[in-house]
Nanobody
Framework: QVQLVESGGGLVQAGGSLRLSCAASGRTFSYYIMGWFRQAPGKEREFVAAIRWSGGSTNYADSVKGRFTISRDNAKNTVYLQMNSLKPEDTANYYC?????????????????WGQGTQVTVSS
């Protein structure tokens, strides 16, 4: 089992920044990729960014490229999502999740463990 706890959400004006954190505990050696997803009211959960735990390669959704940066701290078993130049359309509940499928980055079904989510609200 892997436990994931997100933090760092909040209310910010358009153009502002937030940094989300996701702390992992439990069988943290059992997964290859940690990802961030988001879900806005009335919409499906969508991929935002992901990072390979070993090696650190990353992938991003087109909608956040150049604005968001995912990083990890192996010693702390923590993944971060630095979000800059935030837009009202970034408003959503943000979830971190782990995947134990090495090259499956975008498929939500590949992610077996999920955090409880943290709300990000961007005002215009």
């Amino acid at each position: 089992q892997v436990q994931l706890v997100e933090s760092g959400g909040g209310l910010v004006q358009a153009g502002g920044s937030l940094r989300l954190s996701c702390a992992a505990s439990g069988r943290t050696f059992s997964y290859y990729i940690m990802g961030w997803f988001r879900q806005a009211p009335g919409k499906e959960r969508e991929f935002v960014a992901a990072i390979r735990w070993s090696g650190g390669s990353t992938n991003y959704a087109d909608s956040v490229k150049g604005r968001f940066t995912i990083s990890r701290d192996n010693a702390k078993n923590t993944v971060y999502l630095q979000m800059n130049s935030l837009k009202p359309e970034d408003t959503a509940n943000y979830y971190c999740a782990t995947s134990n499928i090495p090259n499956s980055w975008y498929n939500i079904k590949s992610y077996g463990y999920w955090g409880q989510g943290t709300q990000v609200t961007v005002s215009s």
